[in-house]
C-alpha cells in the first residue's frame, strides 16, 4: 500500500497511474459484475481496518439486493484512535488509492454516492483528498458514466469536527447527516439502515486501499500474504519509547511482537525495558512483556487478550506508572464520550475521577474494587463499543499492573 | 399484523405480534420492566439503559425497548445478572445526580426515587466532586429547567419533534457535561409544551404553574375530562383543599393518547375563582335556596301563558341538560337554545368547539340559539349562562321578561343560582367524534354551593308534585338511556373511566 508513498507524484493522478493507478477500476467495470468484485474480496480475505476487523466482503453482502432505496459508501476517515495516524498516510500521499478502492466498492454494493468522512484535524488529509477528487473527476473516474461503463458514483469530502466518537460508523452516520455525533441502536445495522435509513458501507481508509491492491493484483495474491485471518499487509503505527516510531507496513503472522518492537523499531529509546505495549490502539489490552512473545496477527493477539485493532502500537518502559497511562486513557474516553446512554456518559468520568484520585496520593484500598467494579458495569451495557474502549484497557492495567495501583493508594503520588 | 410470537418472560408464557418490544410484551405478561427514554408514543431511543435484559441465546444483555419479540424468545428481566447491571446503571445515574428530593417538585411521582427503591443498591459508593450543570433555567412561561437533575433520557425532544412537530430542544456539549438547550431565544413556543414536564421521568422540566404550590402527598386526585373544548382530553385533577391545583392528562389512545394542550392544562382559575357567587340571590340579595327555588317555581308558573325561552349552556352536563329539558317539558317551552362558544382548532387535540358539551344540549334537544338573537318575546328567560366564551347579549336579557340565570359570576337577573365547574359534579357529556365520557366530582368549593341538577330538579319537583328527581348521577344517566337511542344501552359502569361512543344512529356528526 504505502510502496509509493514516498513519491510526491504519486499524489497526483499521472503519477498514480504510471504506477498502474485505475486499472484495476477499468478493468472491474468492464469485465465485471460487482458481485464478482465482491467475491473477490471476500476470496482475498480481507479484514476491515478499522479496528473491529470485520470481513469485508461479507459486509458488503449484507446491503440488501434489488431495493428500492439507495445505497450509499462512506469512508471512515476520521482517524481519532489514539496512537493511530495510517489512514493520512493513504490520504496524504497516495489518496488515488483510497479512491479507487472506494469505487470498486461502490460498483460492488451499488451506491452512487460515497462520503468521506474525514477527520476534522486532519487539515492536509482533507485538501489531499479533495485535490485527487478535482483530478479524477475531471478526468471521468468520479461522477457520471465513468470511463463509459454506465456506472456513476459521486464522491465528497465531509470533514469532521472533532470528536472522537465519529469514528464509530453509525455516530459518524449521524454526523454526516447533520446530526449529533451520537451512536445509533443496532439492529438496524447500516447495510440494511443507514445513511438516510438507505442501505450504506462504511469502509475504512485502509481497507480500501487493500481492496485496490486487491482488485489490481487478484484475491490469490492478497490471500498468499499475511497469515491466515490476517491476510495481505497491514498498516501500523508504532509510537511511545520506541527507537523508530513511525508507520510501517507489515505482514502479519511473520514475527512476535517483541521481534517487531527490537527488531523492526530498534527497542526502547530509553534504553529502559519495556513495561507495556498496547497493539490495537489506546481501545484494547496492554500486553504485558511476558506476552510479547506472541505472534504478530489478529488471531494470535486476540488470542492473547488484546487486538490489533486499528494499528496503533504504543510502548511504555518502565519509568512508566500503569496508573498514569490508565488515567490518559480514562482522561481520553470520559472527554469523548458522548453522552447519549447512561453507563458510559457517567461512568466513564467516574472512573476516571477515581483514577485521578488515586494518581494524586488520595485514593484508598477500596478504590482498586470500585474500580474493576464500575468498569464492569460499563461493560457491555452501553449503545457503542466506547465504554468498552475504556473498559478493557483499564481493567488490564489493574489486573496486570496492580502493584503500582496499591502503591498509588499506599501513599505517595504518580501524577 | 405480524405473525404471533410465543415468548417466555420470567417463566411467563405470553403471545405477542412478533417484533412488539420486549417491554410491551412483557407487561402484557404481567411483568413491569423499568425504562426512563422509552415511552409507547415516541421514538426508541435506547439510552437509558435502565431496561435491560436477559434473553437466552444472546451474549450482551439487550435493552428491552429496541428488542422485538421473536417466536420461543426466552426473557429474563430480573434474574441475578439483570438485577446487577440495573442496579449499576441506576447508581450511575445517581452519581451525579443533586439527590434533592426534599426541594424537588417530582418528589412523589419521581421515577428515579421509584426505581433507586426498586433497583438500587441502596449505598452511596460515589465520593468524588459532581459535576454542576445549569439550574432554574427558563424554557419560557411554562417550563423550568433544571440541568442536574437530568437524566438526558431526550424524551421531551422527541416530543417536540415528534408529536408537536416544535422541534425546540437538542443537547448541547457532551459526555456527562451534555445539557439540554433551547433553540432560539431558549423560550419553548409549542402549545403542548407542558407535555414534557409530564413525561420527564425525574424532576428535570416543571411546571411553573404548579411547582412549589403542594406536595402530591397532600392532594387528592380526580379522573375527569378537561373541559376547555370539545375534545374532552382525559385528565386527573390534581386538588387540595377542594381547589384546583393542576391538571395532568390521563392515557385514552381513543381521545388524546396521552398528552393534552397547555390551554386547557392551564384553564382552571375560574374553578378557584373566590369571586364566584356560592348562593342564590333574588335582586342581587342572597337568599336562602328553599326560597329561591319556590320564587323561580312561581315565576315560570306565572309566565308560562305568555311564554317561556330555555338557554342551555354546552358546559352542562348530559344529567343537567335533560333535568332542564324535564323542567322545559312541564312547563310547555317551546323555545329551547342553547349557546355554543366556538374559537380555533388544530389538528391535534384542539377542537373549535369551546365547550364540552355542545352535543349532548342538540342531544336533549336544545337547538343553537340564532345569531344575532331575535328580540325576545317570552314572558320568563331561564338561562344557564355558559361559563365563558359565548352569552346573551345584554340588550335581549334586558327584554327578556323575568330572568332566572344561572351563573359563576354576578349577573343582573330576577333570581339568579351559582353555577358548579366541572370538578364539583359527577356526569356525562359527549365530546367530539360522539363520545360519552364522565366528568367526576373531585371538590367541594362552597360547602352550601347547590349544584344545577338539584336546583333544576326541586324547581321541576314545585313545579309538578308527582316528580321524582333521580339522586346520583348514575341514575340521571339511567334515565337519559330511556331517551334518544344515542344513549340506549349506555350505562354509568359501561361509560366507565375511559369514555364510549355513543350508539351510531344516535350520532350528532
Known sequence: MLEHAGDPAQRTLEGYRRHGGYIALEKALRTMQPDAVTAEVLQSGLRGRGGAGFLTGKKWQFVPKGGSKPVYLCINADESEPGTCKDRQ????????????????????????CYVYIRGEYPHSIRATEEALVEARAAGLVGRDILGSGFSCEMWVHPGAGAYICGEETALL???????????????????????????????VETLACVTQILRRGAAWFAGLGCAGSAGTRLFCVSGHVRRPGVYEFECGKFTLRELLEEFCGGTNTGRPIKGCMPGGSS???????????RFDADSVAKAGSSLGSGGIMVFDDSVSALDVALNIAEFYSHESCGQCTPCREGSDWVKKILLRMARGRGTAGDLELLWDVTRKMDGTTICPLAEALVWPVQSYLKKYREDFEAAVRGGATA | MSAPAHLRIDGHAVTVPAGTNLIEAARRAGVTVPHYCYHPRLSIAGNCRVCLVEVEGVGKLQIGCNTGARDGMVVHTANERVKEARGGVMEFLLINHPLDCTICDQAGECKLQDYAVDHGTGVARFEDGKVHKPKNVSWGEKVVFDSERCILCTRCVRFLDEVAGTPQVSIDERGDRSTLIVGGDGALTSPYQMNIIDICPVGALTSRDFRFKSR??????????????????????????DRLLRMVPREN????????????????AF?????????????????????AIDQAAQLLEGARAQGILAVASPFMTNEELWALKGLCDALDVKDRWFLKPMGEGDDLLVHPEKCPNARGAALAGFVEAPAPPPTPTCGALLYVAPREGAALPPEFLAQAGKRIVFSLREQEADLL?????????????????????????GITFDRNLLAERSVLDRIHAALEPGFVAPETAAQAFARLAEGPAAFADLTWAKVGALGTPLAREGATA
Request: proline share 7%; charged share 20%; with cysteine.
Open chain 2, 417 to 441: 343560582f351559582p353555577l358548579t365547574t366541572f370538578l364539583e359534579k359527577d356526569g356525562t357529556v359527549v365530546s367530539a367524534g360522539d363520545r360519552v365520557q364522565r366528568l367526576t366530582k
Open chain 2, 271 to 291: 374553578v378557584n375563582d373566590e369571586a364566584r357567587i356560592v348562593t342564590a340571590k333574588a335582586a342581587g340579595r342572597p337568599l336562602p335556596y328553599a326560597a
Open chain 1, 174 to 204: 449521524s454526523s454526516l447527516e447533520g446530526g449529533r455525533g451520537y451512536p445509533r441502536l443496532k439492529p438496524p445495522f447500516p447495510a440494511v439502515e443507514g445513511l438516510w435509513r438507505c442501505p450504506t458501507i462504511v469502509n475504512n
Open chain 1, 90 to 113: 493513504i490520504m496524504e500521499h497516495d489518496p488515488h488509492q483510497m479512491i479507487e478502492g472506494a469505487l470498486l466498492a461502490a460498483y460492488a454494493i451499488g451506491a452512487g454516492t
Open chain 1, 284 to 294: 484494547f489490552q496492554v500486553l504485558s512483556p511476558a506476552e510479547l512473545d506472541v
Open chain 2, 216 to 241: 402530591l402527598w397532600f392532594m387528592r386526585f380526580t379522573e375527569t375530562i378537561c373541559t376547555s373544548c370539545a375534545r374532552g382530553c382525559n385528565v386527573v385533577a390534581g386538588s387540595r383543599n
Open chain 2, 253 to 268: 389512545p381513543e381521545v388524546n393518547d396521552h398528552w393534552m394542550c397547555d390551554h386547557g392544562r392551564l384553564h382552571y
